[in-house]
């Protein structure tokens, strides 16, 4: 009788699955999340490069400001804190110009938002030389 009751694996599986899926899922969506961090991090570092290169030239401060706002189109605009400096009239052509950027990330994932800062500030700085 008890050698019967010990052969029978019927719920078995469903207590392997019950035991495993939570870590999958939760691996699954860290990846995920780590994923976005990383895709804000390169937009960012791009949009910064593409605003300092238009301060290499010479721009405004407005057109730096909205080139690298222009860089990032699936970044609200608005959560986007920029910082040049020297000021637009103290920058001469050999001198360098400083582009600071940064914008916070929201995370989804619950149990990651309650790891991790959330929002995560991602931040991102450029100096260039100007022509």
């Not at 976005?36 to 910064?48: F, I």
Request: hydrophobic fraction near 45%; aromatic fraction near 8%.
């Amino acid at each position: 009788m008890i050698k019967r009751f010990f052969k029978s694996s019927k719920g078995q599986a469903v207590t392997e699955l019950a035991l495993v899926l939570p870590i999958f899922l939760l691996l699954v969506f860290g990846v995920i999340e780590m994923s976005r961090l990383g895709y804000s991090y390169l937009t960012l570092n791009n949009a910064v490069r593409s605003g300092a290169r238009v301060a290499g030239l010479g721009g405004l401060d407005s057109d730096i400001a909205n080139t690298v706002k222009g860089s990032a189109p699936l970044f609200d605009s608005t959560h986007i804190t920029i910082q040049i400096t020297p000021n637009e009239t103290l920058r001469r052509s050999g001198s360098s110009v400083l582009i600071d950027a940064s914008y916070p990330v929201y995370l989804s994932t619950p149990f990651l938002s309650q790891v991790l800062p959330n929002p995560v500030v991602i931040e991102s700085s450029l100096v260039m030389r100007i022509e």
